[in-house]
């Protein structure tokens, strides 16, 4: 049998294995900051570009393609998605999940196919202004919002504004991170949680629900994350078939999506959602506790080859993320300690001596993680809020936004 090939646009190179021990043959389309050489080597073809650049990636693919035809094309990465979906298309190969990408991409869309639905309507405005957001949170009648990009990605100019006297700092805080209008939300009151899902020719099965832990609003950086998460059968149920109603409405087609939402006193609504595994290792706590391979399972899907054995390995998983700000580090202590700890499974850590860091604007400001598991979501959250506190700063001062 001849053996497959696909297109991987981005990544962080964790698809690499996954593709290996299918025995796919994969070429890829990487930027400039996240390439090693396991990509180049192992690659069939390798290219260096901005994939956002969409008509740079299609003539990139289309040479590539009339060479040794590919089969699919893929991406899990933020803004590799719409590129992936592209490129299918234009090629006439499977990965065309685009109507769903663009419906997500773009959360003021998003906002209004709910609202369309009647599903989990939320209040918003998009905002070309600062006197437009001010107008919006006067209609909230003091009600708290958020402003985020419309298409952002990493908690990037994600921001919470409680008064009016607020709203001047936090607006230009959202728009350093975006040129274009602003998307501004009522805040939704409750716990945090994340839902990932896999859909195979439209149909679509709820994997797995994570409880998820922020910075202190005004910002809503990921902290850490917990799975299963400790929900009672009736709330679980309102989760999952609010997800599995919208996997429908936005055409959901192949591949994971990762689903944000909160769970307030009128039920579950959702915050926003992209169409790729959830980051922050999520995807991985996931395989662990579920079983479940996103990646394999998508790449097996579209490529048409069997679909992987799920095999959990865990009752439970957590993860804690290194997230000092506004710190210059004179010494860090006990990391070694720290990785030896009951339940760890992995420690990764940035810090060290001499450092300056400054306010955590996004994900990747973060220092690394600390990820356990047990044989409950308790022992396991447990486990890994012990080990990140072992992990000691000889300088601290903290500073809030």
């Known amino acids: 049998m001849t053996q497959k090939h696909l297109l991987l ?33 192992n690659a069939a073809r390798y290219a260096v570009l901005d994939y956002r650049n969409f008509d740079e990636v299609m003539a990139v ?23 992936a979906s592209r490129c299918a298309r234009e090629l006439g190969i499977a990965g065309d999940n685009l109507t769903a990408v663009e419906l997500t991409r773009d959360k003021a869309r998003t ?8 599903l989990s309507a939320v209040r918003h405005r998009l905002c070309s202004d600062l006197d437009e957001a001010r107008q919006f949170m006067r209609e909230l009648r003091g009600a ?52 990932e899902s896999i859909s195979v020719a439209g149909q679509h099965e709820i994997i797995a629900v994570t409880e998820k832990v922020t910075t202190r609003l005004p910002r809503f950086i990921e902290t850490g994350h917990q799975l299963p998460a400790r929900l009672d059968e009736k709330t679980q149920a309102a989760v999952e078939e609010l997800v599995s109603d919208f996997l429908a409405i936005i055409d959901q087609k192949d591949g994971p999506v990762h689903t944000e939402l909160r769970i ?26 579920s079983g479940v391979d996103l990646m394999s399972e998508t790449f097996a899907a ?34 070694p300690d720290a990785a030896r700890a009951d339940g760890v499974v992995r420690l990764e850590c940035s810090l060290a001596a001499g450092q300056e860091l400054g306010p955590l604007t996004s994900s990747t400001s973060r220092q690394g993680y600390v990820l356990c598991t047990g044989d409950t979501t308790d022992a396991a959250l447990a486990s890994a809020e012990r080990a990140h506190d072992l992990v000691r700063l000889g300088t601290e001062v903290a500073a809030t936004l």
């Open 302 to 335: 579209l490529l048409k080859l069997p679909k992987p054995e799920r095999k959990p390995v865990a009752a439970a998983a957590a993860i804690r993320f290194f997230s000092f700000e506004n710190v210059r580090i004179g010494r860090v202590d006990s990391v």
């Open 9 to 41: 646009i981005g990544g962080r190179g964790i698809e690499l294995g996954k593709l290996e021990r299918l025995g796919v043959r994969y070429s890829m389309v990487q930027i400039p900051e996240l390439v090693d050489e396991r990509q180049y080597t």
């Open 144 to 195: 708290a919002m958020v402003l985020k990009p419309r298409d952002g990605g990493l908690s990037e100019g994600v921001c919470h504004v409680a008064t009016e006297d607020a709203l001047t700092t936090r607006w230009a805080w959202t728009r350093h991170a975006t040129d274009g209008p602003v998307l501004a939300e009522e805040f939704l009151e409750g716990p945090e949680f994340s839902v």
């Open 111 to 118: 906002r209004e196919l709910l609202d369309r639905h009647d």
């Open 61 to 83: 693919a289309r040479s590539w393609h009339s060479l040794e035809p590919f089969d699919a094309v893929v991406s899990f990465t933020e803004y590799g998605l719409d590129p």
């Open 264 to 289: 307030t006193e009128t039920g579950p609504k959702i915050i926003e959602a992209q169409t790729r595994v959830g980051g922050d290792q999520i995807w991985e706590l996931c395989e662990m506790v």
